[in-house]
């Protein structure tokens, strides 16, 4: 036990500054309801869903529990049902044999509730497109808040994405 | 025929691999995977082709591993009677290989005591095949009813957890069955193809520049050995050879990719077994790793920097000392949590005996890579079959034998401290010059390119069939996790329901590496 603490005093605290929350990402405001505002201030919940990744953006969803990012030290944590979420972080693209299961997430989810589409391929369906087994992306299948591009996009541009929507209930 | 006359007739194809191919017999086909297996040797890869433009027949492509290196059989099929002999009761990691095959081009096992679909769901109708040519791509399909028919399981106390395809946390979307009495688990069914992409079918209407990005993106967690597996198999039909100091980065990368994995998964390794401390701790070395990636070579997870030819980046004194830094720092590290895991009695207590895959098991279902080593399957392509700069490193090979999730962790810590050694001889020895890429020449039409690089979770292999001016007609993309998936189903039998994500997470399998 006195190894690990030894090791935990040494490590010190490696939690860096979060970012600003971007305008530019930012899309559908008019969405954006007084209702939501009653949640402003309290943690968020997020589910996370695949709806077809190559999973690269899923090892940098894994990177914000680091402790460099620390994103659980901001009030926001990952859940196990969308039934607990206030937000779904999506990555795709949408493939067809996830279509119906990302749908019944997003129902099954409480409103008010924010999808923030990440990565190019939930942006806009990247490197694979529409086909007879992509729906492409997100925002083709359900609502999309906030859409956040890259190959996969860096950990920091993951959280200026939740931050950008979580910002937009400060909004009307 | 014989095994060795196969190599003698055949010819060897061009590259950095051994790899012979040849067309043979539905009865040769047979003999020779008897002998394969017999010899010790192994299925790497099963998949089909359309021909029926150029010669109106489909083939079954069969890649093996035996003693002088790979040998692909490829069986010419009559459009009439799309039928092929079932390879599953020699190589049971064929079953599943085999249904993608009728699923994507209706072609028939013959004799195969399972025949269910595979990767298709309910996205398009069962008599349409997407990998034939005639099929439109772009068409869409309504959505049918999945109705898949799991193994039912009943008894005394029997009862069925479902979970997925959505999990409960940041995981790849699949479906698992587990048929448990109280905590035990009697049998576990996989169900996957959730996330079928149409990858495939996508590098058919691509050029070989173009695939190579898409082929870094079939599973994003091994996207370097990805990128070099289809970079081979483009150097081999275009007759390339790459500069040396080309070829000794793309080892560079593919070690570092192998290490900030195994980091990852040493880290969940220690959560799941309630220790968050391990997670904490190896995720910011993860992160230190991913970091120096990205200012070195300009991509944390290296997307990208192998391309057919060569390499898009280099490495100047700076990234070189930065590098040796960073291993340093991890070196220091690990050292001290492999000391706390060891002694952790909690840790070690869950580890132990958990998800165990014994060396015969293991053999006969053909388990491989990095949990194969772990269960006694010495096979490592860096060490038996190693091309530039595997060739002067001599790697050592982890392996160990009691296959249980204690032998899978010292196995990554091992593999862990091979990368960096490797690393350091690389950083040493690295040829110096300008050249970092060599221009490609045109590939011929209806030639065969086969790529093959052990990734971190095991053998990446890709398959390239040449069309029209500079084509991909039909591309093949396999991981190792085929072989793994049906493996898992028998690691977690009698062990009880809440070991499960320790023991999946020892294995951690692609599902988009094989959903394709």
Redesign the interface.
Same mark, same amino acid.
């Given at each position: 036990m006195h190894q690990i603490i030894k090791q935990i005093l040494r490590t010190g605290i490696k939690t860096e500054a979060p970012p600003q929350p971007d305008d530019a990402l930012r899309h559908e405001m008019q969405q954006i309801n007084a209702q939501i505002l009653h949640h402003v201030g309290r943690a968020l919940a997020i589910r996370h869903v695949d709806a077809g990744s190559c999973n690269a953006c899923e090892l940098e969803i894994h990177c914000l529990n680091n402790a460099y990012y620390n994103i659980e030290g901001l009030g926001i944590h990952f859940v196990a049902s969308p039934r607990h979420a206030d937000m779904l972080l999506v990555t795709g693209p949408v493939s067809r044999h996830m279509e119906i299961a990302l749908k019944r997430t997003y129902d099954a989810t409480p409103d008010p509730k924010l999808v923030v589409a990440l990565g190019d391929c939930g942006c806009d369906g990247g490197i694979f497109g529409e086909s007879y087994a992509s729906r492409g992306r997100i925002a083709n299948v359900i609502p999309v808040d906030v859409a956040v591009p890259g190959c996969p996009p860096a950990p920091i541009a993951i959280l200026q994405g939740i931050l950008t929507a979580v910002s937009s209930r400060k909004v009307v | 025929m014989k095994l060795d006359d196969f190599t003698s007739t055949f010819p060897r194809l061009p590259g950095a691999m051994p790899v012979w191919h040849g067309s043979v017999s539905a009865e040769d086909l047979r003999a020779l995977c008897e002998q394969v297996l017999h010899g010790g040797g192994k299925l790497v890869a099963l998949w089909g082709s359309d021909e029926t433009q150029a010669n109106a027949h489909y083939a079954l492509h069969v890649a093996l591993v035996a003693a002088p290196g790979m040998l692909v059989l490829s069986l010419p099929i009559d459009h009439e009677k799309p039928a092929f002999p079932d390879l599953s009761d020699l190589f049971p990691a064929a079953n599943r290989m085999q249904r993608s095959v009728t699923d994507m081009l209706g072609l028939h096992p013959v004799g195969a005591s399972d025949q269910r679909k595979w990767l298709r769901?309910?996205?398009?109708p069962g008599k349409l095949y997407?990998l034939r040519k005639a +099929?439109?791509? #772009?068409?869409?399909?309504p959505?049918e009813e999945d109705g898949y028919a799991f193994v039912p399981v009943t008894g005394n106390g029997v009862h069925e957890i479902a979970v997925g395809?959505?999990h409960?946390?940041?995981?790849?979307?699949g479906h698992f069955r587990f048929s448990v009495v109280g905590e035990r688990v009697l049998r576990l069914e996989e169900r996957l193809?959730?996330?079928?992409?149409?990858?495939e079918?996508?590098f058919e209407d691509m050029t070989l520049q173009q695939g190579a990005?898409?082929a870094g993106?079939?599973?994003?967690?091994s996207?370097v050995a990805y990128a070099w597996a289809y970079a081979q198999a483009v150097e081999s039909v275009t007759g390339c050879t790459p500069p040396r100091r080309a070829l000794w980065l793309r080892a560079l990368l593919l070690e570092l990719e192998r290490m900030h994995n195994h980091l990852?998964d040493l880290g969940y390794l220690g959560n799941d077994a309630a220790l968050v +401390?391990g997670? #904490?701790?190896f995720?910011?070395l993860?992160?230190d790793l991913?970091r120096m990636n990205?200012e070195v070579f300009g991509h944390?997870?290296l997307?990208d920097r192998i391309i057919p030819g060569g390499v898009a980046c280099d490495l100047d004194e700076a990234g070189l000392a930065r590098i040796t830094a960073t291993l340093n720092h991890i070196e220091h590290e690990i050292a001290?949590?492999k000391?706390?895991y060891d002694?952790h009695a909690g840790v070690q207590d869950r580890f132990l005996t958990t998800g165990r895959v014994m060396p015969e098991l293991a053999a006969r279902l053909g388990l491989t890579g990095m949990a194969g080593r772990a269960s006694g399957q010495a096979w490592d392509a860096r060490a038996q079959f190693p091309c530039v700069p595997y060739d002067q490193l001599d790697v050592r090979m982890a392996t160990h034998r009691n296959g249980d999730v204690a032998a899978r962790v010292i196995v990554r810590f091992e593999e862990i401290a091979e990368s960096m050694r490797l690393i350091r001889l690389m950083l040493e020895r690295m040829p110096v010059g300008d050249d970092l890429i060599a221009p490609l020449a045109d590939a011929q039409e209806g030639v065969l390119g086969i790529g093959w690089v052990e990734g971190w979770r095991g053998e990446i292999l890709v398959a390239l069939h040449t069309g029209k001016n500079n084509s991909i007609q039909r591309l093949h993309a396999h991981d190792p996790s085929w072989q793994n998936w049906p493996v898992l189903e028998h690691a977690i039998m009698d062990n009880i329901v809440p070991d499960f994500p320790l023991i999946n997470k020892s294995f951690n399998l692609?599902?988009?590496g094989v959903?394709l």
């Open positions: - | 769901h309910a996205a398009w997407p +099929f439109d791509s #772009a068409g869409s399909f959505l395809p959505v409960a946390g940041t995981i790849e979307p193809g959730y996330k079928h992409k149409g990858i079918k996508r990005k898409l993106r079939i599973s994003g967690d996207t990852g +401390f997670f #904490a701790q995720w910011i993860k992160e991913l990205g944390r997870y997307m001290i949590l000391d706390i002694e692609s599902y988009s959903d």
